[in-house]
């Protein structure tokens, strides 16, 4: 998945059917031996650091497992540079849904802090405000929404609470009102055209 021509973010169904190639990968996300990899240093350094610089510097909105992903850039809260991420992600709407698990570790990703101390963020090259989802019926809707686009989401939680650490849903929501019909803001589902 690339980057749509006018710059606007790939519209990501999460109800949305898996193929035979992506319901392979789900399976290998739920093992044991999924789980040690993303948890390693190596990882971390390369998947965590390298990829967000790799896929601004070539456009390209998804890693080589097929899944959405894209690069969300904070202001760091401890230094105001610019941190930049990649994270999996779904829309909703106009509405980007997003999983801070940081893979079930302890604490919160950087990312996931820094969106709360200053919630004007980019997404995929487009601008928004970050909010967390705190209302208990909304986060228990989502979560089912996140758990069947994503399984691994669910085995992240199941880890993170080892921690006592409760995984939250981050929610990214266009500005008002200047992004209206601005271009690269279409994150609107592209099946409800005319």
């Not at 610089?53 to 540079?81: C, H, K, Q, W």
Request: with cysteine; glycine share 10%; charged share 25%.
């Amino acid at each position: 998945m690339t980057t749509a021509a006018d710059g606007s973010l790939p519209y990501v169904d999460p109800r949305a059917p898996h193929g035979p190639a992506r319901r392979a990968i789900d399976r290998l996300i739920a093992t044991r031996a999924m789980l040690w990899l993303e948890h390693s240093a190596p990882w971390r350094i390369l998947g965590w650091r390298l990829v967000p610089l790799l896929m601004r510097l070539t456009g390209r909105l998804a890693t080589a497992s097929g899944l959405p992903t894209g690069v969300i850039e904070t202001t760091d809260a401890r230094n105001g540079r610019p941190h930049r991420r990649c994270a999996l992600y779904f829309h909703e709407g106009d509405r980007v849904i997003l999983v801070p698990s940081k893979a079930g570790l302890p604490g919160g990703p950087y990312w996931y802090q820094n969106a709360l101390a200053q919630p004007d963020v980019t997404f995929g090259g487009v601008p928004f405000r970050a909010e967390r989802v705190n209302d208990a019926g909304e986060l228990a809707r989502l979560w089912a929404l996140a758990d069947g686009f994503y399984p691994g989401y669910a085995l992240y939680r199941a880890y993170a609470a080892r921690d006592d650490r409760t995984v939250p849903i981050l929610r990214l929501v266009p500005p008002e009102p200047a992004s209206r019909g601005r271009p690269g803001l279409s994150t609107r589902d592209p099946r409800r055209s005319h």
